[in-house]
């Protein structure tokens, strides 16, 4: 966007990865939802299409904010007049430093994740957002303990009742043929070839796209497809390797099976996890999917940011950080403005394709001394994705959050099929869970944005007989 508005000007990208994330297949779904892929392309390709673009392959060591100057790692200097910081987040690890704990987080760690599963029988997967969801649902021929610190799964995303909707497709022992990914990939080749360490996540890759899984043969070693075995309201509590839980005299526990007591393992696994709830489980290594942290380390010193409480920039609605000509987007800046009564920040690709968007649009107008109103994208929240093969939309406060008591639930579940709750407010309603092909998303996103009273409908919005989308079109 900056390319466009100012061909004259000189325009650095500085990314320590020799590939660039492009949106592809854009689709504007309705008013705030779209859909898109997000393919990884060689940097080149950005610089033929926009000839005042220079890509820089180099990480970045400084930001010395007074002499408006960035250092990257291999000692070059950078003045600029206006810069955006998109650094992104990294993954928040379980234990930093075990060569068994392995990050998921961008495409580079998808693959080491996928070398380990081709001989793992069974792994511990620990976390219950987005990635963990879909890492336990694609996963085969290994056995998975999933390590969830709430009463459900999915919890980032759904309720309880959504959790359960779900649950059946994990135990399925037939899986449908996924959909077709139309996604060319391209991996950082050549710097893996040496054999790396397991454990590489301090090194930044580049974030996962919606369909990341896709083309990854998530594979173990056993014949059998689905097995799933979830540990609720548990957090690891300690990972002991082979030699110390031997020390330990405890016992670990084999892969419950319904009819049976839980039976002492007998296999001598290469490391143990210790959960909270008091159970041992032995496997091959443990995936930690526990969500990501704001990467600003390598900015903050001496500069004096203003730094929110998830560990992000905070930014004003312009996307202005606190020190003048630095602006923020994606998942490394907090959002600091008083947000719509039903938006709020969460670190997904939606998101930061917006902010990056939005970010461009102020530098442009700061530069050229106009002024410009807070994008419509942060009118509403608003996410698409796909959970289990299933279409899912989160508009809004979809799980009431900041509601407080003073709200109330409407669901409608045909099992298998659909699932459909809003959260209504003094007859307003506030957000939204569609899992299925609903087709509800436009009309509930229009009654969300213009806050009608639907009091008068009660329980007859969600009636299936009534074609609701008659009433408020």
Not at 108 to 128: C, M
Not at 161 to 167: K, Q
Not at 198 to 211: E, F, Q, V
Not at 446 to 457: F, G
Request: charged share 25%.
């Amino acid at each position: 966007k900056l390319a466009m508005e100012f061909p004259s000007e000189d325009i650095f990208l500085m990314t320590a990865s020799p590939v660039i994330k492009a949106i592809t297949n854009f689709k504007q779904v309705s008013k705030t939802l779209e859909e898109f892929d997000v393919e990884e392309q060689p940097s080149s390709l950005l610089e033929k299409r926009y000839p005042n673009i220079k890509v820089i392959q180099s990480g970045v060591k400084q930001l010395k904010s007074d002499e408006h100057k960035i250092v990257t790692e291999d000692g070059k200097e950078y003045m600029y007049e206006k810069l955006c910081l998109c650094a992104g987040a990294k993954p928040k690890l379980i234990f930093e430093g075990n060569p068994y704990v392995l990050g998921i987080r961008d495409t580079d760690s998808a693959q080491a994740f996928q070398k380990n599963l081709a001989q793992a029988e069974r792994i511990v997967v620990v976390g219950n957002g987005g990635i963990a969801l879909e890492l336990v649902y694609e996963i085969q021929g290994c056995e998975v303990i999933w390590a969830i610190k709430d009463k459900a799964i999915g919890n980032t995303f759904f309720d309880a009742g959504a959790a359960e909707f779900l649950i059946p497709k994990l135990t399925a022992e037939k899986r449908e043929t996924p959909i077709e990914c139309k996604r060319t990939k391209y991996t950082t080749e050549g710097s893996e070839e040496k054999e790396r360490p397991i454990a590489a996540s301090d090194k930044l890759g580049s974030a996962l796209g919606p369909d990341w899984h896709e083309g990854l043969h998530l594979k173990g070693t056993k014949e059998f497809s689905h097995k799933v075995h979830i540990e609720i309201l548990c957090e690891v509590k300690k990972i002991h390797l082979q030699q110390e839980f031997i020390q330990l005299q405890r016992t670990s526990l084999t892969f419950p099976k319904e009819e049976k007591n839980v039976e002492p393992d007998e296999v001598l696994w290469p490391v143990y996890v210790e959960l909270t709830n008091g159970k041992i489980y032995g496997c091959d290594f443990i995936v930690s999917a526990t969500g990501v942290v704001p990467n600003v380390k390598p900015f903050i010193d001496g500069n004096n940011f203003a730094v929110g409480e998830d560990g992000g920039l905070k930014v004003d609605k312009h996307m202005h950080t606190s020190l003048p000509d630095i602006y923020a987007a994606g998942d490394i800046c907090t959002a600091s403005w008083e947000p719509s009564p039903v938006w709020h920040q969460m670190r997904l690709w939606t998101q930061a394709r917006q902010m990056g968007w939005y970010a461009a649009k102020c530098m442009a107008a700061d530069t050229l001394g106009e002024s410009i109103d807070l994008d419509f994208s942060f009118e509403l929240f608003a996410h698409v994705t796909k959970f289990f093969n299933y279409k899912v939309v989160v508009l809004g406060k979809y799980n009431a959050q900041g509601l407080g008591l003073d709200h109330e639930l409407m669901l409608r579940c045909t099992k298998g099929q659909e699932y459909v709750k809003v959260v209504m407010q003094n007859g307003r309603m506030m957000g939204a869970v569609l899992i299925g092909e609903t087709d509800l998303e436009e009309t509930f996103e229009n009654l969300i944005l213009n806050q009608m009273d639907l009091s008068a409908y009660g329980e007859d919005l969600l009636n299936p007989d009534i074609d609701i989308e008659d009433y408020f079109d």
